[in-house]
């Protein structure tokens, strides 16, 4: 440190006057302890001289008094600087105070002819040892301008004349040249700490300064309302962006505005507490319309700023890919909870499914292996058998059911296309579901056109479909109605159709048809029976031939599902996305029909 030149003790002493912010920066400490040393000791020898001069001269005239009351500013330069740490300032001041001082003493020494004039050319030696052109610059201009005020007074004829003494031969080197000379070495002095370790820091201070504009991360250098004054080459390259637009506000017009008061609340508290983070989003690129970015912003806040409030420093990080494995965590952890509770609901649902037909079957059974002794009616008999049959075919739709979704779910429904007549196999499905619906007073219709195309698709998984879809409309549809399937043919798609005057289903409902073991009615005393697997396996059917599901539905006037499949198919793996449902009540189509 510069100020190591001096004995301890003063430099102890000056050390106690630098400004707070540069106590524990060497070298900034250095240059403002080596401006305090040098202002402190000229202007304390003005006031050690100021008693001789007195005893030797007797009372000073205007002049002179005006003299000793200039050599006092280097006392005022450097409580200004202690007090404010504006070293640049601090400077400025000192030419100036120097130059004027230069100019007073050779005014009253004989103008342009004094000897001490020489001085003046200290006032840009002393600049030039600072390292700044700008600085230099003041000091020159100072200098002239002081130079030209003393050779004006001159010639305008208000300068008092010059002692005699100045007018000897050993004046010019006593009091001029070597006093100068003098005066620019101790200076020199004062300031050879700093200037000899100048290289070496300026070379640090470059090679780490290249290290962050080429470096990976991305810095930026914050004032305390959140604007950022330098913005290094990784900042830039990690937002698609030149550096320099993020300089001001350009990197606070990036930040989500949601982000914003985390933002500016991260540098404030890293401010006011020498670090904080923070996790923000950016828009990156020039037209600030790509995805956003996720960054990690740490703050630290440096020790060497003035003013308002000290800088912060920030380094940011792209996390983005980080974020994206989080999020993918999270919905994978609920989709392990949804399929735990679907698993939880389905052992729930399918042992009461199960249970009621095992009944029916094993009570009547027993019933009847005991007739003789139970003393049955004949009649009763046959009427026990009927609903032992019905409850096996019950219970074999259920397993079928349950083992074609587990198959879909586990990728092992194969479908083998082949082209066949969609309209012979609607007939021969609603023939099948004929007896069910008339024993339930219902009329299932056919409308199919005469030039319906064959249609290349898996025939027995599309034979599954109808039947599920005619059975539930059978099972969901009011005694007296009425059921229609059709089918038509709708640009490159084949697509088929059961209408009831049933029910009907909620809006809000819809959402979850086609989730396996779903009804509407949840409770164990609904009015309808089943596990809710149909749709779910129609479904899963439709995925397969790269089809669409969509269901329309009004409560209480009835339901249309229709199966949209390509003419041409191309054959996709199962997925649980995509049954299209809408409302009939929110729709702008046409109110439901039964016909196409």
Same mark, same amino acid.
């Given at each position: 440190?510069?100020?190591?030149?001096?004995?301890?003790?003063?430099?102890?002493?000056?050390h106690?006057?630098?400004?707070?912010?540069?106590?524990?920066?060497?070298?900034?400490?250095?240059?403002?302890?080596?401006?305090?040393?040098?202002?402190?000791?000229?202007?304390?020898?003005?006031?050690?001289?100021?008693?001789?001069?007195?005893?030797?001269?007797?009372?000073?005239?205007?002049?002179?008094a005006?003299?000793?009351?200039?050599?006092?500013?280097?006392?005022?330069?450097?409580?200004y600087?202690?007090?404010?740490?504006?070293?640049?300032?601090?400077?400025?001041?000192?030419?100036?105070?120097?130059?004027?001082?230069?100019?007073? $003493?050779?005014? &009253?020494?004989?103008? #342009?002819?004094?000897? +001490?004039?020489?001085?003046? @050319?200290? %006032?840009? =030696?002393? *600049? /030039?040892?600072?390292?700044?052109?700008?600085?230099?610059?003041?000091?020159?201009?100072?200098?002239?301008?002081?130079?030209?005020?003393?050779?004006?007074?001159?010639?305008?004829?208000?300068?008092?004349?010059?002692?005699?003494? $100045?007018?000897? &031969?050993?004046?010019? #080197?006593?009091?001029? +040249?070597?006093?100068?000379? @003098?005066? %620019?070495? =101790?200076? *020199? /002095?004062?300031?050879?700490?700093?200037?000899?370790?100048?290289?070496?820091?300026?070379?640090?201070?470059?090679?780490?300064?290249?290290?962050?504009e080429?470096?990976?991360?991305?810095?930026?250098?914050?004032?305390?309302?959140?604007?950022?004054?330098?913005?290094?080459?990784?900042?830039?390259?990690?937002?698609?962006?030149?550096?320099?637009?993020?300089?001001?506000?350009?990197?606070?017009?990036?930040?989500?505005?949601?982000?914003?008061?985390?933002?500016?609340?991260?540098?404030?508290?890293?401010?006011?507490?020498?670090?904080?983070?923070?996790?923000?989003?950016?828009?990156?690129?020039?037209?600030?319309?790509?995805?956003?970015?996720?960054?990690?912003?740490?703050?630290?806040?440096?020790?060497?700023?003035?003013?308002?409030?000290?800088?912060?420093?920030?380094?940011?990080?792209?996390?983005?890919?980080?974020?994206?494995?989080?999020?993918?965590?999270?919905?994978?952890?609920?989709?392990?909870?949804?399929?735990?509770?679907?698993?939880?609901?389905?052992?729930?649902?399918?042992?009461?499914?199960?249970?009621?037909?095992l009944?029916?079957?094993?009570?009547?059974?027993?019933?009847?292996?005991?007739?003789?002794?139970?003393?049955?009616?004949?009649?009763?008999?046959?009427?026990?058998?009927?609903?032992?049959?019905?409850?096996?075919?019950?219970?074999?739709?259920?397993?079928?059911?349950?083992?074609?979704?587990?198959?879909?779910?586990?990728?092992?429904?194969?479908?083998?296309?082949?082209?066949?007549?969609?309209?012979?196999?609607?007939?021969?499905?609603?023939?099948l579901?004929?007896?069910?619906?008339?024993?339930?007073?219902?009329?299932?219709?056919?409308?199919?056109?005469?030039?319906?195309p064959?249609?290349?698709?898996?025939?027995r998984?599309?034979?599954?479909?109808?039947?599920n879809?005619?059975?539930?409309?059978?099972?969901?549809?009011?005694?007296?109605?009425?059921?229609?399937?059709?089918?038509?043919?709708?640009?490159?798609a084949?697509?088929f159709?059961?209408?009831?005057?049933?029910?009907?289903?909620?809006?809000?409902?819809?959402?979850?048809?086609?989730?396996?073991f779903?009804?509407?009615?949840s409770?164990?005393d609904?009015?309808?029976?089943?596990?809710?697997?149909?749709?779910?396996?129609?479904?899963?059917?439709?995925?397969?031939?790269?089809?669409?599901?969509?269901?329309?539905?009004?409560?209480?006037?009835?339901?249309?599902?229709?199966?949209?499949?390509?003419?041409?198919?191309?054959?996709?793996?199962?997925?649980?996305?995509?049954?299209?449902?809408?409302?009939?009540?929110?729709?702008?189509?046409?109110?439901?029909?039964?016909?196409a």
């Amino acid at each position: 440190m510069a100020i190591c030149v001096f004995p301890y003790p003063v430099s102890r002493g000056i050390h106690a006057l630098l400004h707070p912010a540069v106590r524990d920066e060497p070298r900034q400490a250095a240059q403002h302890g080596a401006l305090i040393a040098t202002r402190l000791i000229g202007g304390g020898l003005a006031l050690v001289a100021f008693p001789a001069y007195l005893a030797l001269m007797g009372p000073p005239t205007l002049v002179g008094a005006v003299v000793f009351a200039w050599l006092l500013t280097p006392l005022a330069v450097a409580f200004y600087l202690s007090r404010s740490g504006r070293l640049d300032a601090a400077r400025i001041a000192s030419s100036g105070s120097l130059a004027g001082l230069v100019a007073l $003493v050779a005014g &009253a020494t004989g103008g #342009p002819a004094s000897p +001490l004039l020489v001085w003046m @050319l200290a %006032v840009p =030696a002393e *600049a /030039a040892l600072w390292g700044s052109r700008r600085l230099l610059g003041f000091a020159v201009g100072f200098a002239g301008a002081a130079t030209a005020a003393v050779c004006l007074a001159a010639l305008a004829g208000v300068l008092p004349p010059a002692p005699g003494f $100045v007018q000897s &031969a050993w004046a010019l #080197p006593l009091l001029g +040249l070597v006093p100068a000379a @003098l005066y %620019v070495v =101790a200076v *020199a /002095a004062a300031q050879g700490a700093p200037m000899a370790g100048r290289p070496a820091d300026e070379g640090g201070e470059t090679s780490h300064r290249m290290m962050i504009e080429h470096g990976p991360d991305a810095v930026t250098r914050h004032r305390r309302n959140g604007n950022v004054t330098y913005a290094s080459g990784g900042a830039g390259r990690c937002l698609g962006v030149p550096a320099g637009e993020l300089h001001g506000c350009g990197l606070f017009n990036r930040v989500h505005v949601m982000d914003r008061p985390a933002y500016l609340k991260a540098i404030d508290l890293a401010a006011e507490t020498g670090e904080a983070a923070a996790e923000i989003r950016l828009a990156a690129g020039a037209s600030r319309t790509q995805d956003w970015l996720w960054i990690e912003m740490r703050c630290r806040a440096l020790p060497d700023a003035v003013g308002d409030g000290p800088d912060v420093v920030s380094v940011l990080r792209d996390i983005t890919a980080l974020k994206a494995q989080e999020q993918a965590a999270s919905e994978a952890i609920e989709l392990a909870e949804r399929r735990d509770l679907a698993k939880t609901r389905f052992l729930a649902r399918v042992s009461h499914e199960l249970r009621t037909p095992l009944n029916a079957i094993i009570g009547f059974s027993e019933l009847l292996s005991e007739s003789p002794e139970a003393g049955i009616e004949p009649g009763k008999e046959r009427e026990y058998a009927g609903l032992i049959r019905d409850s096996g075919r019950h219970l074999l739709d259920l397993i079928n059911d349950i083992l074609d979704m587990s198959k879909l779910e586990s990728g092992n429904f194969h479908v083998l296309p082949e082209p066949f007549d969609l309209a012979e196999l609607i007939e021969n499905c609603r023939q099948l579901l004929g007896p069910e619906a008339a024993a339930a007073g219902l009329s299932l219709e056919n409308d199919l056109p005469v030039d319906l195309p064959p249609l290349m698709a898996d025939r027995r998984a599309c034979k599954q479909m109808l039947l599920n879809l005619l059975h539930n409309a059978v099972k969901f549809s009011n005694r007296n109605g009425r059921i229609v399937v059709g089918a038509y043919v709708e640009g490159e798609a084949a697509c088929f159709y059961v209408a009831d005057e049933g029910i009907g289903i909620a809006r809000d409902d819809l959402a979850r048809l086609g989730q396996p073991f779903v009804q509407l009615q949840s409770n164990y005393d609904r009015n309808y029976e089943g596990a809710g697997l149909g749709l779910s396996v129609v479904k899963g059917l439709v995925a397969l031939h790269d089809g669409k599901l969509e269901i329309d539905s009004t409560p209480g006037v009835g339901t249309r599902v229709t199966v949209r499949l390509p003419l041409a198919p191309r054959m996709v793996p199962v997925s649980e996305e995509g049954v299209e449902t809408q409302n009939a009540a929110d729709s702008a189509a046409e109110p439901l029909r039964l016909t196409a």
